[in-house]
């Protein structure tokens, strides 16, 4: 099962009710921030049941007071992403043709703005790139002055850019659906950001995206995080009632990571699987036993595999082969035709580089033209030059 860091969670995820709650951060990074157009105060805030705006300007106790908000708006959203996907993110962002222009940018950070103020529904624009999407309250010289802007939030999220990563912080309590979080983004040591968004599904429900996963010793390959934090990512239910086939699966990780959750795999891939994965192979697919999961190596290449290797009951489609999106989809597309019972497809994308985004369009609609209902295409914290897609039929 999916290991957290240790914690001084809670000490970093406090409610605002309480805003003395997160310790200062000791450990700071040097600020390397390119100031565009670096806002101040650019939020305005709304209180719909009495049609109030409040321009936020010299109105700072009346924002703090507010408990209740039903609407904002400002100026600016911020998107925090991996470091080195921040041309990604803006390209994404122009194919949308959102209207939205780059404001202020740190690694990791990416403010936009537009020519109409924005409200919590701009931050539904599905940009793979941004772990998290948020309405910019702007920049402080101190954490607590950020914070202070956040009062609206029923719960606040901490971030820093800090070793080359765009990190959370831990946070113990969970989101509920709908709730306001606010999110504190320190960039450098007198360079904070606040910024809100609501939380829904599909949004990780980490401090900027970030579960701060701990790979297991015994996993054979990082790939072990990458399911394990897009399904943390998603609130993916697999459950012991679903089968997995698992495209590119040696040496093991997905599929320790599945057998940890009792989710029997087949697995199709040439190369060799790893000793603690073997362990609950089976020899023969009409083997498979009832009572305990298991593991069934077809070994060869994804494009031999045959629907008596795959025999009944899959729910699931992944891969994590090592192949460009065009021929990873086509493989989806004619598994999924063997296995009419695939109900969810979670796909790492390889790709040579992160501009080939801009091919997203065609990736999504061959999911489509399969059959399926609700995509998503998400850039994970564990990520180099990959994107998990995801594919429900709801
Ligand atoms: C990044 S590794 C996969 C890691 C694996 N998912 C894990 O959990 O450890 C990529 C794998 O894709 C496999 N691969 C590449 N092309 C393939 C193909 N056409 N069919 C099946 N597997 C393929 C490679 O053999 C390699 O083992």
Redesign the pocket.
């Known amino acids: 099962m999916a290991t957290r860091l240790p914690a001084a969670n809670s000490a970093y995820c406090s409610a605002v009710k309480n805003p003395d709650a997160p310790p200062p951060m000791t450990a700071r990074s040097r600020g390397c921030g390119r100031s565009l157009m670096a806002p101040s105060w650019p939020c305005r805030v709304a209180l719909e049941s009495t049609k109030l705006t409040i321009h936020l300007a010299g109105w700072d106790r009346h924002f703090q007071s507010l408990r209740t908000v039903n609407h904002l708006e400002s100026e600016f959203v911020f998107a925090l992403c991996n470091p080195g996907s921040e041309k990604a993110l803006k390209l994404e962002a122009d194919a949308l043709a959102l209207g939205w222009r780059l404001s202020y940018q740190h690694r990791g950070f990416v403010t936009f703005k537009a020519d109409a103020p924005f409200s919590l529904d701009a931050l539904t624009a599905p940009l793979a790139c941004a772990r998290r999407l948020c309405l910019s309250l702007g920049k402080a010289p101190t954490r607590e002055e950020a914070q202070q802007r956040l009062d609206a939030a029923a719960l606040i999220h901490y971030a820093r850019y800090f070793e080359r990563k765009m990190q959370g912080l831990p946070c113990a309590e969970s989101p509920q659906m709908g709730q306001l979080i606010g999110t504190v983004v320190e960039l450098g040591p007198t360079e904070f950001w606040a910024g809100l968004h609501r939380h829904a599904p599909f949004l990780s429900p980490d401090p900027a995206g970030d579960a701060g996963l701990v790979m297991p010793l015994e996993?054979?390959?990082?790939?072990?995080l990458?399911?394990e934090e897009a399904l943390r990512f998603f609130a993916l239910a697999l459950t012991p009632a679903d089968v997995v086939v698992?495209?590119?699966?040696?040496?093991?990780?997905?599929?320790?990571?599945l057998l940890q959750r009792g989710i029997s795999t087949i697995?199709?891939?040439?190369?060799k699987m790893?000793d603690v994965v073997l362990a609950s192979a089976i020899a023969k697919r009409a083997e498979a036993p009832t009572h305990k999961p298991w593991f069934f190596h077809c070994r060869?290449?994804?494009?031999l595999?045959s629907k008596r290797d795959l025999g009944p009951g899959v729910t699931w489609f992944?891969s994590?082969?090592?192949?460009s999106p065009e021929?990873v989809l086509k493989?989806c597309a004619r598994f999924c035709k063997m296995a009419p019972a695939i109900r969810g497809v979670l796909i790492?994308l390889?790709l040579t580089d992160l501009l080939q985004i801009e091919d997203k369009p065609q990736w999504l609609a061959t999911l489509t033209d399969i059959g399926f209902t609700t995509l998503r295409l998400q850039q994970l914290s564990v990520h180099h030059k990959e994107l998990a897609l995801l594919a429900l039929k709801l």
């Open positions: 996993s054979p390959s990082r790939a072990w990458k399911l698992e495209l590119g699966c040696a040496p093991g990780g997905v599929v320790l990571a697995g199709v891939d040439p190369a790893a060869k290449p994804a494009a595999a992944m994590d082969m090592n192949q021929v493989e790492t390889k």
